[in-house]
C-alpha cells in the first residue's frame, strides 16, 4: 500500500522559512514524478511545484524564486524548502506522486497518490 507521509509544517512569521519533508513507503518513487500542492481555507488545490524523476523542476507563478522542490532517491523522499513565506502561502501542504513516470501536468488529476497535508501557517 503507497502511503505519503508530509511532515515539516508549522506556524512562521512573514519573511520566514520551512522545509517540508514528504516520506514515500510502498513503492519506490525514484522514477516518477513528485509534487507539492496546497489548499487554503475555502480555495481549490493548486499546484505549487513538481520534479521529475531526472530531477527537472516546475513551479506555480506564485512561489517562483522562493520555493525550492528537492528529492533524494535513496531516501524515497521529496522536500519543498520554502523561503520568504508570506500571509497567502498559508494552506495545507499536500504531496503528490505519479504512478506514470512522465510529468503530465500540474493539475491535480495528473497525480494518483496523496498525502494527508501539513498545515504552514505564514503569520504577518
Known amino acids: 500500500q503507497v502511503q505519503l507521509t508530509e511532515s515539516g509544517g508549522g506556524l512562521v512569521q512573514d519573511g520566514g522559512s520551512l522545509r517540508l519533508s514528504c516520506a514515500a513507503s510502498?513503492?519506490?518513487?525514484?522514477?516518477?514524478?513528485m509534487g507539492w500542492f496546497r489548499q487554503a481555507p475555502g480555495k481549490e488545490r493548486e499546484f505549487v511545484a513538481a520534479?521529475?524523476?531526472?530531477?527537472?523542476?516546475y513551479y506555480g507563478d506564485s512561489v517562483k524564486g522562493r520555493f525550492t522542490i528537492s528529492r533524494d532517491n535513496a531516501k524515497n523522499t521529496v522536500y519543498l524548502q520554502m523561503n520568504s513565506l508570506k500571509p497567502e502561502d498559508t494552506a495545507v501542504y499536500y504531496c503528490a506522486a505519479d504512478k506514470l513516470p512522465v510529468v503530465r501536468g500540474f493539475g491535480v488529476t495528473e497525480y494518483d497518490y496523496w498525502g494527508q497535508g501539513t498545515q504552514v501557517t505564514v503569520s504577518s
Open positions: 510502498g513503492r519506490t518513487f525514484s522514477s516518477y514524478p
Open positions: 520534479i521529475s524523476w531526472n530531477t527537472t523542476t
